[in-house]
């Protein structure tokens, strides 16, 4: 029913910076929050940011200070600023939907690979 297409993803040098995008095919506003999840290789999906339709943010401790979500209602977009990115920061990451007694909607996920 929702669609959610990531881009923005790709190889950088550690210290560098990227902008993921995530567009949904609904009104982001008819859920209660969006967020951002990654994968990385041999681990566990964990989030990694979240913003409520107020507009209040959390971070996952690793990313505080260096990461920023945002969103544009009209664009029906989310996007995950990410800045002096570390190698460990390798993943995959995904775009989700948080609407309280729904299902969860997953975007097919970028791919950001941080060298040393």
């Known amino acids: 029913q929702v669609q959610l297409v990531e881009s923005g993803g790709g190889l950088v040098q550690a210290g560098g910076s990227l902008q993921l995008s995530c567009v949904a095919s609904?009104?982001?506003?008819?859920?209660?929050?969006m967020a951002w999840h990654r994968q990385a290789p041999g681990e566990q999906r964990e989030l990694v940011a979240t913003?409520?339709?107020?507009?209040?943010?959390n971070y996952a401790m690793s990313v505080k200070g260096r990461f920023t979500i945002s969103r544009d209602n009209a664009k029906n977009t989310i996007y995950l600023q990410m800045n002096n990115l570390k190698p460990e920061a390798t993943a995959v990451y995904y775009c989700?939907?948080?609407?309280?007694?729904?299902?969860?909607?997953w975007g097919q996920g970028t791919q950001v690979t941080v060298s040393s």
């Open positions: 989700a939907t948080v609407r309280v007694g729904g299902p969860r909607y």
């Open positions: 609904a009104s982001i506003s008819s859920f209660i929050a």
């Open positions: 913003i409520t339709t107020g507009g209040m943010t």
